[in-house]
């Protein structure tokens, strides 16, 4: 799971770096953070090499920055390999509301057990305050290479003549 060792706010954007793993690893999150509605973090770059058949598991947070209860009527990620779930393990099922100034904290597990190279997944929420308003949408990208749970080695081959 991802800990945010420092973030820095640059205007509308703030930066998040997270460490992870045996080894420490960097992850460059970006996340407006004058949106009425958002999905934090908007992009990520994972660092990490990703073994085929390994999960990763990304913190996310929804959050409600306006005065009033928003419905969320959908939630999904662009590929069947990902899931969208609450912190306590539970799916999302929409429509839910989201009170005013409230957030929710979500995971998305990517499954890389049939996926090798790199990926690209996108996550999307859409919202609304009233029926008769415009919808919000909110997303974020994440990208992953996916290396082989396996080496192939010599990397080169020379075959002789063969003998008559």
Do not use: Y
Not at 56 to 82: D, H, M, P, Q, Y
Not at 127 to 144: F, K, N, T
């Amino acid at each position: 799971m991802s800990k945010i060792h420092r973030s820095v706010t640059l205007g509308a954007t703030t930066l998040f770096v997270l460490g992870g793993g045996l080894g420490f690893a960097v992850r460059i999150l970006l996340a407006p953070n004058n949106a009425p509605v958002s999905l934090e973090p908007t992009a990520i770059r994972w660092l990490e090499e990703v073994v085929a058949g390994e999960d990763v598991t990304i913190n996310f947070e929804l959050r409600n920055r306006t005065g009033k209860k928003i419905s969320v009527v959908r939630a999904a990620a662009s590929c069947g390999c990902s899931q969208i779930v609450t912190k306590n393990n539970l799916p999302i099922v929409t429509p839910f509301q989201l009170g005013p100034n409230e957030s929710l904290p979500l995971q998305v597990t990517i499954d890389t057990s049939d996926r090798i190279g790199p990926i690209v997944v996108q996550v999307a929420m859409e919202s609304q305050a009233a029926p008769e308003e415009e919808p919000i949408r909110v997303g974020s990208r994440i990208e992953l290479n996916i290396l082989p749970p396996w080496i192939a080695e010599p990397s080169e081959l020379h075959l002789r003549d063969a003998e008559a």
